[in-house]
């Protein structure tokens, strides 16, 4: 896979003008958005079918944890969208996962990630909800359940990214929000790492926020991510 397809821009603003004007200006150089839950409630699924339209790959994090019934419809609903990529939340089970993945078969182009641990979670964190496991443990262990109800991969922080891929086999995707820019402040992200880092650790694909939406020159900060997976 080229570098510019492994790099998913997260569009995290509340209008769709604001989220245009980032594509607009990311031209042709970014292929892949991921709309979250602050853009999708703000401005509706318009703005998914805008991108689509405009040929972008879109990666809808719905992060559904809900009965089955509900996260098939949902994911029912992604697909007709057009979506690429949703993702369901590996802390609801087998059955949640399953329901997702049986869902999304009726959308070829649609695969379905489980959301591991929340990279802002640390141990103490999980320890506060009652899981008293490491974060490594259980991030591969909910990574394994995610396998095997069928979903295509998994979202993990760059730092599970290499025990993950070698848990999942060569062909599962690993999707890696949570990295910083050499240099950049790490923000709230609890278990960072640099983009570069994650791909050669055997990440599929990384989400760039604000490195890049925020930038003053939004396709020279792409393109600084873009090189730096090569350089
Ligand atoms: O920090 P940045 O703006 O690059 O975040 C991009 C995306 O990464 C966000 O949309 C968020 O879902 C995800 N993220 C995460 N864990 C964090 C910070 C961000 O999963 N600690």
Do not use: W
């Not at 980032?22 to 409630?41: H, I, P, Q």
């Not at 990574?143 to 599970?160: D, M, N, T, W």
């Amino acid at each position: 896979m080229e570098p510019t397809s492994r790099i998913i821009v997260a569009l995290d603003c509340d209008k769709r003008e604001t989220a245009f004007a980032v594509a607009e200006r990311l031209g042709d150089e970014c292929r892949f958005y991921k709309v979250g839950l602050e853009l999708l409630t703000a401005a509706g699924p318009d703005v998914v079918k805008g991108l689509v339209s405009r040929g972008k790959e879109v990666f809808l994090d719905l992060k559904l944890f809900e009965i089955p019934n509900s996260v098939a419809g949902a994911v029912r609903a992604a697909g007709a969208l057009g979506v690429s990529m949703v993702t369901v939340h590996g802390m609801g089970g087998g059955t949640i996962m399953s329901a997702a993945v049986e869902a999304a078969r009726d959308f070829p182009g649609l695969r379905v990630l489980a959301l591991t641990v929340v990279t802002s979670m640390t141990d103490a964190d999980l320890a506060d909800v009652g899981v008293g496991d490491r974060m490594d443990r259980q991030v591969l262990r909910l990574a394994r359940l995610a396998r095997k109800s069928g979903c295509h991969g998994v979202i993990a922080s760059p730092q599970e990214v290499a025990a993950l891929r070698s848990a999942l086999g060569p062909d599962a995707l690993i999707v890696t929000p949570g990295v910083a820019l050499p240099g950049e402040s790490p923000a709230e992200h609890a278990r960072p790492g640099t983009p570069r880092a994650a791909i050669a650790d055997g990440a599929s694909h990384v989400v760039v926020g604000r490195a890049v939406t925020r930038a003053a020159d939004p396709a020279a900060a792409f393109r600084h991510v873009r090189d730096s997976l090569t350089s």
